[in-house]
């Protein structure tokens, strides 16, 4: 089923055969549930450039195909405005999320809130068409329309996460459901309605009251959700409420850190744990962005990727080569090995990170090397600051952040497996992006509690806090030294390059005051930054399409 997207009146997918014609079969609905899960990972139906599900891309996103893809997407929007990821790219609209000089026309805002709806428009065609009246006047059989039940309960899970990441990037959002007809034009709601039906959705996915619930945590398929990921995307929602919210307390009708330590607490106490067994290659750490990081604990919800079957030049293919330098002496040069360092055919010269990313890791208690497991970087021949120090060959531009050899290369996702093998293809990476972890409950429940949710207890947030310190190789902190600005720290550690770091900053008041290098496209980071900036603008396409539409900030 050949489908793309258009960027006008929420995303609607255009098709070329009809409902009634594709879903004529049980296997039919197999083929498209599929789709859904896909979405977060291909760019495209059909063989392409950059293989499977690469070519007649679902989005248009001017400058590449790749540009297109979910994660990638939503890497860019979360890392490269803050002072994990510096690029050296000149694609149009890649550096006004270092610069944080977006508009409304930027590429890669204007991809991700597609993507959004692509998602979203995909999941309510299948909920229409999964509907009993329909699976009944086409006969699907008992067993397949039992599957199908659990199967709508993962669709609505993932509509819901990405009317979060709608919620979380552009803030006030349409929420269109099955009642919206194709082509319609959805009505904008307000951030706290987006909200509630994203809160409401994923309640009612857990409750057991209904048809339609997810499986138990820890019995889904791997790569698919359970209530787990549910458990999960509900404690992000509390976590942010603050944020989200006008009212956040009188809204949810308690105080939402009690709930993020509720849900965490069923994860910390469920089927999940942490991976800490080392293999002679690698750290345990490190098992959890390796080719085999299927077979690492603690990973809640994973997006797969597949050197044969799963390609896709986003994800974590871009995680594989655009942080690794290229051949040559050009400026994108380097002197690394990308087969040996992270099992790769070639770098790309983009990405590298500030040195106030590296500065956010432990250092040995001599000052010396950084000891910290998560501190994955490659540092030869390269200066930690990016200071404009080097020369350029003839012929290029002086570019202040377009040296690759200023600024570390980040090797923490690498296609090689746990005993050091080489991934199932050089180019596409079999390494899986890890959306939710079990680690990351850990450091949201210690928040929760150090905010004053009730319910959990210092010494248990101590304790976990504690147990991610010491997989990672680094001393364990005493009680007093427990602290939010400890926690935003070690979020950046443990969390490090895995697309969270632009709401972690929001939350606690840094991504707008804050200050670190290279902010705004100033090497000293000290700038003055809109407020408005907190959120994305709603697409300029879309406001021209769609008249029940209006910019969500003044400043667009």
Known sequence: MALTACTDVGVNPKSDTTAKNFFTSEG??????????????????????????????????????????????????????TESAVTRFQDQGIRDLNNFTWSSQNQFSVGMYNRIYFQVAQVNEFLRQSRDSRL??????????????TWRAEARFLRALSLWHGIDLFGKIPVP?????????????????????????????????????LLPAGQAPYGRADRGAAWMLLAKLYQNAPVYLDNPQQQIGEDPSNLVIEYTERLINGPHS????????????????????????????????????QRTYGGTQYLTHANL????????????????????DAGYGGMRTTSDGVALFDKDQSGGPLTDDRAIFFTTDQDSVIDNQNSFADG??????????EGWAVIKFKNLTS?????????????????????DAYLMYAEAVLRGGQGGSRAEALSLVNDLRMRANVPTIQDADLD????????????????????DLIRYGEFIDGQWSWKGGVGSGNVQVEECREVFPIAASELRANPNLEQNRDCY
């Open 484 to 503: 939010l600005d400890f926690l935003l720290r070690e979020r950046g550690r443990e969390l490090f390059w895995e697309a969270h770091r632009r709401t």
């Open 325 to 344: 330098g290229t051949g040559g002496t050009g400026s994108g040069a380097w002197s690394g090995d990308p087969g040996e360092l992270v099992g790769v």
């Open 419 to 439: 005993n050091g093998g080489q991934g199932s293809n050089p180019t596409f990476p079999d390494t899986d992006f890890p959306m939710f972890r079990l680690a």
């Open 136 to 149: 009944e006047e086409r006969a699907i059989s008992e067993q397949r329309q039992e599957e199908i039940q």
């Open 274 to 309: 942490l991976e800490t067994q080392r293999s002679p290659e690698f750290s345990a750490f490190q098992h959890l962005f390796l080719a085999d990081n299927h077979t690492a604990n603690g990973i809640i919800f994973a997006v797969p990727q597949d050197g044969q079957s």
């Open 177 to 213: 459901t099955t009642d919206v007809t194709l082509g319609d034009a959805p009505e904008q709601s307000s951030r706290d309605s987006a909200f509630a039906f994203v809160e409401r959705e994923l309640l009612r996915l857990t409750d057991d009251q209904g048809d339609e619930n």
């Open 28 to 81: 039919s609905y197999k083929a498209y549930f599929a789709k859904l899960y896909a979405g977060l990972v291909v760019t495209g139906q059909t063989e392409g450039n950059g293989g499977a599900g690469s070519g007649d891309p679902d989005i248009t996103v001017p400058s590449n195909i790749g540009f297109g893809q979910y994660t990638r997407l939503l890497w860019n929007m979360q890392e490269l405005t």
């Open 396 to 405: 290029e531009i002086d570019d202040p952040i377009g040296y690759f050899r």
